[in-house]
């Protein structure tokens, strides 16, 4: 293949890239791109190329077949969705911390937000990420077609996208899920400790969640530790414990 413009042409190899990439690889590579971002589906913020790359060198072979099924059929399957979400979640995984699932994976994240990070510094949520999965279906499905002279493409309302009135074109499904509970937006978390994770005994100063009257829960940086936490309510409850009710 030759690139580059008239004047700086060069040639790349591409038997040599294929070699190393494998068949099944190389034929998963374009539905790669638009699992990834390209013009019609939208890039992941803060994760290139390069990133998305390394991590699709590492997919196990589970993971390459959701990303090679891409594109089969008007929607994906389940088994494309799973596939695809772990392939996501591993672009924001820490390092030793495999999380395959969107909501174990920003559960932990929001665990280590600092006080003065806000929650969008987290991942999608598992149905932005499955509206993200759908529209890269679409991207692949058309591109299936690229050698057919009548191509028949699916319905873009089932995949990603919405028509909105007054609006001539499409714009993307953000989610078809709330991004937490209600009660989860509400409640208070500590921060205790977030500097020295050693520490044998958090949250015996200035805790938030002492302050507001409320006990450590797994959501704090304390995780509601018995052991290290001093904001904990032990309830005890003793056998044949009489209880006196006053009418």
């Given at each position: 293949m030759i690139m580059g413009n008239s004047e700086n042409r060069h040639k790349v190899l591409l038997q040599p890239i294929y070699d190393k990439l494998g068949p099944e690889r190389a034929t998963a590579l374009i539905n790669w791109h638009a699992l990834t971002g390209c013009d019609t589906t939208g890039h992941i913020q803060g994760k290139g190329k390069k990133v998305c790359f390394r991590t699709f060198l590492d997919s196990s072979p589970a993971v390459l077949s959701a990303i090679f099924a891409l594109g089969e059929g008007n929607e994906p399957s389940a088994e494309v969705l799973r596939g695809c979400e772990i392939f996501l979640c591993k672009l924001f995984s820490p390092k030793r911390h495999n999380c395959v699932e969107a909501k174990h994976l920003r559960?932990?994240?929001?665990?280590?937000?600092?006080?003065?990070?806000?929650?969008?510094?987290?991942?999608?949520?598992?149905?932005?990420?499955?509206?993200?999965?759908?529209?890269?279906?679409?991207?692949?499905?058309?591109?299936?077609?690229?050698?057919?002279?009548?191509?028949?493409?699916?319905?873009?309302?089932?995949?990603?996208?919405?028509?909105?009135?007054?609006?001539?074109?499409?714009?993307?499904?953000?989610?078809?899920?709330?991004?937490?509970?209600?009660?989860?937006?509400?409640?208070?978390?500590?921060?205790?400790?977030?500097?020295?994770?050693?520490?044998?005994?958090?949250?015996?100063?200035?805790?938030?969640?002492?302050?507001?009257?409320?006990?450590?829960?797994?959501?704090?940086?304390?995780?509601?530790?018995?052991?290290m936490c001093s904001n904990m309510q032990q309830a005890v409850i003793e056998e044949d414990t009489e209880v006196e009710y006053i009418v």
């Open positions: 559960w932990y994240l929001f665990k280590q937000l600092k006080a003065d990070q806000g929650v969008d510094k987290l991942p999608p949520t598992q149905g932005a990420w499955a509206e993200h999965i759908r529209r890269a279906h679409m991207q692949a499905n058309i591109w299936r077609q690229d050698l057919i002279l009548e191509p028949s493409y699916p319905d873009p309302l089932k995949l990603g996208w919405q028509q909105r009135e007054k609006v001539i074109r499409l714009m993307p499904v953000l989610s078809q899920v709330p991004p937490a509970p209600d009660a989860v937006l509400q409640l208070v978390r500590c921060n205790c400790g977030a500097t020295n994770f050693e520490s044998a005994n958090k949250c015996s100063g200035r805790c938030s969640c002492r302050q507001n009257n409320l006990v450590c829960t797994e959501l704090c940086n304390c995780e509601g530790d018995y052991e």
